[in-house]
């Protein structure tokens, strides 16, 4: 399964931005999606995951009033919206793929490149 994170970029405190992970490879619609958040020498943090037909979906309890994850399994694409953002948001933003709905990063088998978001202030 390959996976591709885009959508970051530079945006100000209080906008939305929506990421999107594009999934292909053999049965790629088949993995629950992860969305997890890292910032330089710091550890990756979970933020949101769906199940693989977007029945079931995970929340960090920190992510889960402003964040919001979906998919379109006929794009099988995942999106992660975020709203409100704030400058402690910057963080490059990866996707991942999992054999089931789990927010444990040791779960998740195949990892996209990542994609940078910077909230300016």
């Known amino acids: 399964v390959q996976l591709q994170a885009s959508g970051g970029g530079l945006v100000q405190a209080g906008d939305y931005l929506r990421l999107s992970c594009a999934a292909s490879?053999?049965?790629?619609?088949?993995?629950?999606i992860g969305w997890f958040r890292q910032a330089p020498g710091k550890e990756r943090a979970s933020i949101a995951s769906?199940?693989?037909?977007?029945?079931?979906?995970l929340y960090d309890d920190a992510m889960k009033d402003r964040f919001t994850i979906s998919r379109d399994n006929a794009k099988t694409v995942v999106y992660l919206e975020m709203n409100s953002l704030k400058p402690e948001d910057t963080d490059t933003y990866y996707c991942?793929?999992?054999?089931?709905?789990?927010?444990?990063?040791?779960?998740?088998?195949?990892w996209g490149q990542g994609t940078q978001l910077t909230v300016s202030s």
């Open positions: 991942a793929a999992a054999p089931w709905t789990t927010l444990a990063a040791d779960e998740y088998n195949y």
């Open positions: 769906i199940s693989w037909n977007g029945g079931r979906t």
């Open positions: 490879g053999r049965a790629a619609e088949n993995y629950a």
